[in-house]
């Protein structure tokens, strides 16, 4: 039996009283913790924090609708702690943070000094993540379950890519999906897979299709955030963004543009053909800021003064 540690056990115990909020119409309400216990205490106490976790897992909030929420990564049988450790890393890199482990072959899989080091500031995933006794403990709580493997089998469920996966989670609201993924070396059991509704293949290399463990976590984790955002996904912050030239401005740019060609020779005002279209054109694809439309203008009052 797994013993909670103090900051595990304060933890438990905000959600004991949110819980108590919660069920007050049904006059179920638990009584409130107390202060922080001892080792024999704490111990005794596990079996709580499991139903108090279960309560929720069944009965989620209306605002908990969110893929970030709702996506449960799962892993069977893993073998070393640095592993849980850099899946705990991929997860929180793209947004997600439920983490369970079934039957670790490790020992201490999440406070192993290997995979607090592996997770490289994901503690947090690692101090949530819950540990079950079988795959059925893993999924309570899930509509559907998606097992990871490279290799296909002869029955099994209907096989999907990471993007279809994630595209389907993200569009049904209710879904509350489990992305499980095998031991290092041997990967799922046939039956866990069976059981699944889909089983995700990543797209490799045919000739050498091996993925890591963290390194597939890491796919699905990124196809997931961006199938959650959609269209809401932006680039801000990312480099210098001005504001956007007006059509008054981009126009008197040409005008302005037009008579320096014209001033020095480039462009024949009784023949001008095809030249200042293909150059509104290329303008056109770029997106001008306003600042950019100034330096556009001093370089075409400079060539005319140079003209003159």
């Known amino acids: 039996m797994l013993t909670p540690t103090t900051q595990q056990w304060m933890k438990a115990r905000a959600v004991n009283d949110q819980i108590a909020i919660r069920m007050t119409k049904s006059k179920a309400v638990p009584k409130p913790l107390k202060s922080p216990p001892d080792h024999q205490t704490r111990t005794a106490f596990q079996p709580l924090v499991t139903a108090r976790w279960r309560y929720f897992t069944m009965n989620p909030t209306e605002t908990d609708i969110s893929l970030f ?145 963290s390194q597939a976590a890491q796919v699905l984790a990124y196809e997931c955030r961006l199938a959650a955002e959609g269209e809401n996904r932006t680039q801000e912050g990312v480099g210098f963004q001005g504001e956007a030239a007006s059509v008054a401005q981009i126009e008197g740019m040409y005008a302005h543009l037009e008579e320096a060609l014209v001033a020095i020779g480039f462009l024949n005002a009784d023949n001008p053909k095809k030249l200042m279209p293909r150059l509104k054109r290329l303008f056109a694809r770029t997106q001008l800021e306003t600042e950019e439309v100034n330096i556009l203008r001093g370089i075409a009052r400079q060539m005319m003064r140079s003209k003159h």
């Open 69 to 213: 929420k709702r996506l449960r990564f799962v892993l069977v049988e893993t073998s070393r702690a640095g592993n849980v450790g850099s899946v705990a890393r991929a997860m929180k890199t793209m947004g997600f943070s439920d983490l369970v482990l079934v039957t670790p072959r490790c020992d201490h899989p999440l406070t192993d000094p290997e995979a607090v080091a592996f997770a490289s500031g994901a503690i947090d995933v690692l101090e949530g993540a819950r540990i079950a006794g079988s795959i059925g403990e893993a999924l309570e709580g899930c509509n559907f379950a998606a097992a990871v493997s490279a290799r296909l089998r002869e029955f099994s469920p209907p096989v999907w890519t990471p993007r279809q996966f994630s595209g389907h989670a993200a569009a049904m609201a209710d879904l509350r999906p489990a992305i499980i993924f095998g031991n290092e070396r041997v990967g799922l059991p046939n039956e866990i897979v069976l059981d699944c509704n889909v089983l995700i293949n990543i797209p490799a290399n045919p000739s050498y299709s091996s993925l890591n463990l």
